[in-house]
């Protein structure tokens, strides 16, 4: 077991310090002595070395963790974009050979340079990730991603949905986006209490400064709003050192926050120093003297993000915000409609017992679509048929019966079991869409089958198994089902 699950388990407050794998020497260096210290705050510190956050010529995590001796506490990170099965599998056993065992599962931000019109690029998305290495390593500690930054219903709910799927797939914890909407922070400790099984959450944090406000106010899933840069912006001007003094410690009130609230540790990013984690962990030390409660940090966290004379700041973007499990979201008139008239094609030409669903499945079973010749020309009729309809792109594995009918292959990612992070007011990450797992809630809340987005465990496509017809492997398969 290891030391991090052994933290968990004793509900040990955890600092997990998050590490770029492109650090310098002197960095390293920096690094090691903080590493060295193993402990912040009373609590637990461990090493997170990231993955795929800038280009890919920058070294992966276990590089990382080598750099730094390679101690068996590292958690490292897997990042699924533009990653198949295969690519998992090598790093397990990398890991293994290494001793190490625990793993942080990301589906993973935007490939840089991927425009949705182009060639796609598919993600080794995190709930088949976790169910693939909770198969090849049954002991090990898997984590994986929640981002409880939401303000529309849809793309909050199915956050929640897709979290679902992370426990049932394996995860032992999850670790939440970037954020300080303490609401939020609030609201996602209020589900994992009303699920059957409670899950440790830790919460990302990072020491908010006005540079660092603007840079993060363009990365997809982290809300910055702009109340909060021009708060920044005027500490910073009236005195960069008070700046810098009241950042550090806003990041001390927030992490005592967390730990009021009931997580379980915090993921901290940002820091590099030694006398930085210090000073840090003095500002903590003074304010848990000072704030007795929950209400009572409220208060301060309110006077910490305001001026005097100043406007209150306000941590959630400029629209109405939904209230969790506030009903409105519905899918339109036509929106139904299209659900309705593709169940019943599925009902009529792909589930057993009908006429024409049995003589379909006898038809696309022939020997003849076995050949390459007969193969590419079925290939070709679903496709025509279906992408009109659906946007298929003949992934080879129809899932459509799993997702309310719409296709995960219009995702740009390819994801088909929930959304990733970086969605904003329901749109798409890349920004010219609609997401489509927001489309999938409405769709399945209408419909009365959400149970399903929080169940299916939908597992990931092989490359190798893209670009043919889905039809008969489908019937080839149901064949060899019992009768009901």
């Known amino acids: 077991m290891t030391i991090l699950k052994q933290a968990l388990d004793a509900h040990r407050f955890v600092c997990v310090m998050e ?19 193993g402990h912040f705050a009373g609590g637990l510190l461990v090493p997170s070395f990231a993955d795929r956050v800038g280009p890919h010529s920058d070294p992966g995590p276990l590089q990382g963790a080598e750099a730094l001796g390679c101690p068996t506490s590292s958690l490292l990170h897997f990042s699924g974009k533009d990653r198949e099965r295969s690519d998992l599998l090598n790093q397990l056993g990398l890991m293994k050979a290494r001793g190490l065992k625990q793993l942080l599962l990301l589906t993973g931000d935007r490939l840089p ?10 993600y080794l998305e995190s709930v088949p990730a976790l169910q693939i290495v909770r198969e090849s390593c049954p002991d090990w500690l898997l984590g994986a991603a929640l981002n409880p930054f939401k303000y529309l219903e849809e793309e909050a709910e199915a956050q929640y ?99 009021w609230m009931g997580y379980a540790g915090i993921h901290l990013s940002g820091v590099h120093t030694l006398e930085e984690l210090l000073l840090l962990e003095q500002h903590l030390t003074a304010l848990r003297e000072r704030v007795s409660s929950l209400d ?15 406007p209150e700041v306000c941590f959630t973007p400029d629209i109405d915000v939904r209230a969790l499990g506030r009903p409105g979201a519905r899918a339109t008139d036509s929106e139904h409609r299209r659900y309705r008239r593709l169940a019943t094609v599925h009902r009529l030409f792909f589930q057993r017992g009908s006429l024409l669903s049995r003589a ?30 659906v946007g298929c792109d003949t992934c080879g594995s129809c899932r459509l019966q799993d997702t309310v009918y719409v296709c995960p292959e219009t995702c740009p990612k390819g994801l088909a079991n929930g959304p990733c992070g970086g969605t904003y007011l329901n749109r798409c990450e890349f920004g010219d869409r609609e997401c489509i797992h927001s489309v999938k809630y409405r769709l399945a809340k209408s419909a009365d089958r959400l149970p399903m987005l929080a169940q299916t465990l939908i597992p990931c496509i092989s490359a190798d198994d893209r670009h043919r017809s889905s039809w008969p492997q489908w019937f080839e398969a149901d064949a060899s089902k019992p009768e009901d």
């Open 19 to 37: 590490v770029l794998p492109r650090q310098s020497a002197a960095h390293v260096a920096a690094l090691g002595k903080i590493l060295q210290r």
């Open 296 to 310: 009572a940090w409220h208060s301060e966290w309110r006077a910490s993000w305001q001026l005097p004379g100043g």
């Open 113 to 122: 340079g991927h425009c949705p019109g182009q060639a796609p690029v598919r």
């Open 161 to 259: 949905l897709k979290a679902r799927k992370k426990q049932r797939a394996g995860a032992d914890f999850f670790t939440l986006q970037l954020g300080y909407d303490a609401a939020r922070h609030l609201e996602a400790q209020q589900w994992m209490h009303a699920q059957p099984h409670s899950t440790p959450m830790l919460a990302c944090v990072m020491r908010l400064t006005a540079q660092r406000a603007a840079a993060l106010q363009s990365v997809p899933g982290i809300v910055v709003t702009d109340s909060m840069r021009q708060m920044l912006d005027s500490e910073t001007r009236l005195s960069q050192d008070d700046a810098d003094t009241r950042s550090l410690k806003r990041l001390a009130l927030q992490i005592l926050g967390l730990q």
């Open 360 to 389: 379909f499945g006898w038809l696309v079973t022939r020997r003849i679509w076995k050949t390459t010749i007969g193969g590419a020309a079925l290939h070709a009729a679903e496709r025509a048929i279906k992408r009109p309809l």
